[in-house]
């Protein structure tokens, strides 16, 4: 009896997923085809119909798990970006043109990660990358030959401009050398990328609670921002949607401020207000990088500080950016004061998070070109043991699975936490 019901109930969860399908095809075929340009308001990206969160719905339901599946096929219907974090030339040519065929049919743009460059994640967590800067450029070069003249939004290197190797722990780049490649090879990707005639290209810029303003902003400068649409922020990260587009602004507005604002301002980036800023705290000569607190009630000053010293550029003037709100809705995790005596690693799969906005390129926030799900939704940071010296994440009670592996358990809980709650996305073009 309990094997019939089961039955029946899948029966129906089934048919109503199939409706709902059904609904979503009809409507992404009435859809009118994106404008000219890539990324608009009326841009719809593309959904992978073979996602890891549209399998763990069948697996879900097969299993009995109602509610996980549900969410799961929730989930699975909205996009996501899809990286591509190395392999040879040739692979990576194939598979970027497999992706981008696959949208084009759906009418629908992709969203794609560039994740190669040589010294990633300075050897951590996610380490890997190309063996040389000569390697890295041919395969951003097959990347490139991949697109095509196809409509894609290409994300570049996440943490390749906020961790440099110069930032490395171990002084691994004592000579500056390194450092000096790095950026290269990013402002290398940014003009091999961007020569697609639809390619939009944005460049990684970490999170708000990282690189100060000035800092990332001429970083940006160095690494060939200028030659693309824009930058990136927030990636796999936590920090709320309000505040990232906050600073994201103060970091447009930097970048003009020491490239085309007073005369007496040109290329000192570091000269400008930072989300530490204050006052009333000593600030060393640099009018702007007095450090206090990451505390947002004190950004009030930065927002002086710009309204004083950048005045009110054009709106075209100004750097336009997207956010990767996949997993800050509930915004960062602060651990119980006192319960590590280390660092908790409050960036590594930390609990209790929920997914953030849903992606859209109509924002309705000026700079901000669209919200997307840049993170793969559910699957691991890393081995996150919060400095305690063993094996085992304390918050979980097991071994965290590897960056990048598939981790059921996460998925369901960022599902279940969603804020906004969790709606099937009608308009996915499944």
Same mark, same amino acid.
């Given at each position: 009896?309990?094997? !019939?019901? =089961?039955r029946r109930r899948t029966a129906v969860v089934t048919a109503a997923l199939t409706?709902?399908?059904?609904?979503?095809?009809?409507?992404?075929?009435?859809?009118?085809?994106?404008?000219?340009?890539?990324? @608009?308001?009326?841009?719809? =990206?593309?959904?992978?119909?073979?996602?890891?969160?549209?399998?763990?719905?069948?697996?879900?339901?097969?299993?009995?798990?109602?509610?996980?599946?549900?969410?799961?096929?929730?989930?699975?219907?909205?996009?996501?970006?899809?990286?591509?974090?190395?392999? @040879?030339?040739?692979?990576?040519?194939? $598979?970027? /043109?497999?992706? &981008? !065929?696959?949208?084009?049919?759906?009418?629908? &743009?992709?969203?794609?990660?560039?994740y190669n460059i040589p010294g990633r994640d300075c050897s951590l967590y996610s380490?890997?990358?190309? *063996?040389? #800067?000569?390697?890295? !450029?041919?395969?951003?070069?097959?990347?490139?030959?991949?697109? $095509?003249?196809?409509?894609?939004?290409?994300?570049?290197?996440?943490? $390749?401009?906020? /961790?440099?190797?110069?930032?490395?722990?171990?002084?691994?780049?004592?000579?500056?050398?390194?450092?000096? +490649?790095?950026?290269?090879?990013?402002?290398?990707?940014?003009?091999?990328?961007?020569?697609?005639?639809?390619?939009?290209?944005?460049?990684?810029?970490?999170?708000?609670?990282?690189? #100060? &303003?000035?800092?990332?902003?001429?970083?940006?400068?160095?690494?060939?921002?200028?030659? #693309?649409?824009?930058?990136?922020?927030?990636?796999?990260?936590?920090?709320?949607? *309000?505040?990232?587009?906050?600073?994201?602004?103060?970091?447009?507005?930097?970048?003009?401020?020491?490239?085309?604002?007073?005369?007496?301002?040109? $290329? +000192?980036?570091?000269?400008?207000?930072?989300?530490?800023?204050?006052? /009333?705290?000593?600030?060393?000569?640099?009018?702007?990088?007095?450090?206090?607190?990451?505390?947002?009630?004190?950004?009030?000053?930065?927002?002086?500080?710009?309204?004083?010293?950048?005045?009110?550029?054009?709106?075209?003037?100004?750097? +336009?950016?997207?956010?990767? @709100?996949?997993?800050?809705?509930?915004?960062?995790? @602060?651990?119980?004061?006192?319960?590590?005596?280390?660092?908790?690693?409050?960036?590594?799969? %930390?609990?209790?998070?929920?997914?953030?906005?849903? %992606?859209?390129?109509?924002?309705?926030?000026?700079?901000?070109?669209?919200?997307?799900?840049?993170?793969?939704?559910?699957?691991?940071?890393?081995?996150?043991? !919060?400095?305690?010296?063993?094996?085992?994440?304390?918050?979980?009670?097991? &071994?965290?699975?590897?960056?990048?592996?598939?981790?059921?358990?996460? /998925?369901?809980?960022l599902a279940r936490n969603a804020e906004p709650r969790l709606t099937l996305n009608?308009? #996915?073009?499944?």
């Open positions: 009896m309990r094997f !019939r019901t =089961f409706a709902c399908a059904a609904l979503a095809a009809t409507a992404a075929q009435a859809a009118p085809a994106p404008a000219e340009e890539t990324v @608009t308001p009326a841009t719809k =990206f593309y959904v992978d119909p073979n996602s890891n969160a549209a399998r763990q719905a069948i697996d879900d339901l097969k299993g009995g798990k109602i509610e996980d599946g549900l969410n799961m096929a929730k989930l699975a219907s909205y996009p996501q970006a899809a990286w591509f974090t190395g392999g @040879t030339p040739a692979e990576v040519r194939s $598979g970027v /043109a497999k992706l &981008v !065929r696959k949208a084009a049919i759906t009418r629908r &743009v992709p969203v794609l990660v560039a380490s890997g990358g190309a *063996d040389s #800067s000569a390697a890295y !450029r041919q395969w951003i070069d097959a990347f490139a030959q991949g697109i $095509g003249s196809s409509k894609a939004v290409v994300i570049v290197e996440p943490d $390749g401009l906020a /961790a440099l190797p110069k930032d490395c722990a171990g002084d691994v780049d004592p000579t500056g050398e390194l450092t000096t +490649h790095r950026v290269s090879d990013l402002d290398y990707a940014v003009g091999t990328l961007k020569s697609g005639a639809n390619t939009s290209v944005y460049l990684d810029a970490g999170n708000s609670q990282w690189r #100060s &303003v000035g800092d990332i902003a001429q970083r940006l400068l160095d690494a060939g921002v200028e030659g #693309s649409d824009g930058f990136v922020l927030n990636i796999s990260n936590y920090q709320p949607t *309000d505040q990232t587009s906050h600073y994201g602004t103060w970091i447009s507005q930097c970048m003009w401020f020491a490239t085309k604002g007073p005369e007496w301002a040109r $290329g +000192h980036a570091d000269w400008c207000a930072s989300q530490f800023y204050s006052p /009333a705290a000593p600030n060393d000569g640099a009018p702007g990088n007095a450090v206090t607190s990451t505390d947002p009630s004190t950004w009030h000053w930065t927002d002086a500080w710009y309204d004083q010293n950048a005045g009110s550029p054009a709106g075209e003037e100004l750097a +336009h950016f997207l956010v990767d @709100t996949s997993r800050n809705g509930k915004g960062p995790w @602060t651990p119980t004061p006192g319960k590590y005596a280390g660092d908790p690693e409050t960036w590594c799969n %930390p609990p209790g998070r929920g997914m953030g906005p849903r %992606p859209t390129a109509d924002t309705g926030v000026p700079l901000v070109d669209a919200y997307l799900y840049v993170k793969t939704i559910g699957e691991s940071d890393g081995s996150c043991t !919060r400095n305690t010296g063993g094996t085992i994440d304390p918050e979980y009670g097991v &071994v965290d699975p590897a960056a990048g592996v598939w981790w059921p358990e996460q /998925a369901h809980e009608h308009w #996915s073009g499944l």
